[in-house]
């Protein structure tokens, strides 16, 4: 089963704040981030681990709430550049492999 | 090379025509993973290779979807007797382990 995330959606103007969640039903071993642009490859951003390790992007910070098995992305002072479809991308537990379970997504528009 | 590779990176395919789509890994990453993007969605996973063996293949949709990574490196995703519904965005991503996945720039594959 996917995560959701929400919003699907978001406008900004540059310089200002977003949130972006992504909620799973099942236990999570880590929540994994990607922004991707029409017609590229996604990005890998921020990687969060059960246990409170992370990894990533100097100016995006996340959140990982094991209990809740939610985690959140903090962009703050957009840029023009943060515009793009933002994905999560969770692993289980009991997932004995690597593969990832997507999000559908949250498109982040950010106007000048 | 420096990222994940793949070819070709669009593709047309007459319904029932076979195709094999090509993914070059970053050098040294032992995991790789195949996703399939629609239109608007978020990745979805197809199957998983650790070096030359293939451990998850529940991904994949049909017995017409065949993927090989003979030398555990190069892999190569083959649809036999492609439709409609098979025209999509195939991703290819690799790590080195358990940890963040690089992704391809995809093969846009459209089924006439």
């Known amino acids: 089963q996917q995560p959701v995330q929400s919003p699907q959606a978001v406008i900004l103007r540059e310089g200002e704040d977003a949130v972006i969640n992504c909620s799973s039903s099942?236990?999570?071993?880590?929540v994994h981030w990607y922004r991707q642009k029409h017609g590229e490859a996604p990005v890998f951003l921020m990687i969060?681990?059960?246990?409170?390790e992370q990894k990533g992007h100097e100016k995006i910070s996340a959140s990982f709430n094991e209990k809740k098995q939610q985690s959140s992305l903090y962009l703050t002072a957009s840029q023009l550049s943060y515009s793009g479809t933002y994905f999560c991308?969770?692993?289980?537990?009991?997932?004995?492999?690597?593969?990832?379970?997507f999000g559908g997504g949250t498109r982040l528009m950010v106007k000048p | 090379g420096a990222g994940v590779s793949q070819s070709p990176r669009y593709k047309v395919a007459k319904r029932g025509q076979d195709v094999a789509l090509r993914c070059d890994p970053i050098?040294?990453?032992?995991?790789l993973f195949w996703y399939q993007q629609a239109l608007g969605q978020g990745p979805e996973f197809l199957t998983y290779f650790q070096n030359e063996a293939q451990l998850d293949k529940s991904g994949l949709p049909s017995d017409r979807f065949f993927a090989e990574r003979p030398e555990g490196s190069v892999s190569t995703l083959k649809i036999q007797r492609t439709q409609q519904e098979d025209s999509a965005v195939y991703l290819c991503?690799?790590?080195?382990?358990?940890?963040?996945?690089?992704f391809g720039p995809g093969t846009r594959l459209t089924v006439l």
């Open positions: 991308g969770t692993r289980a537990n009991n997932n004995a492999g690597n593969m990832l379970t």
């Open positions: 099942k236990a999570l071993y880590s």
């Open positions: 969060l681990l059960k246990g409170g």
């Open positions: 050098s040294g990453h032992v995991s």
């Open positions: 991503a690799s790590s080195l382990g358990k940890d963040e996945q690089f």
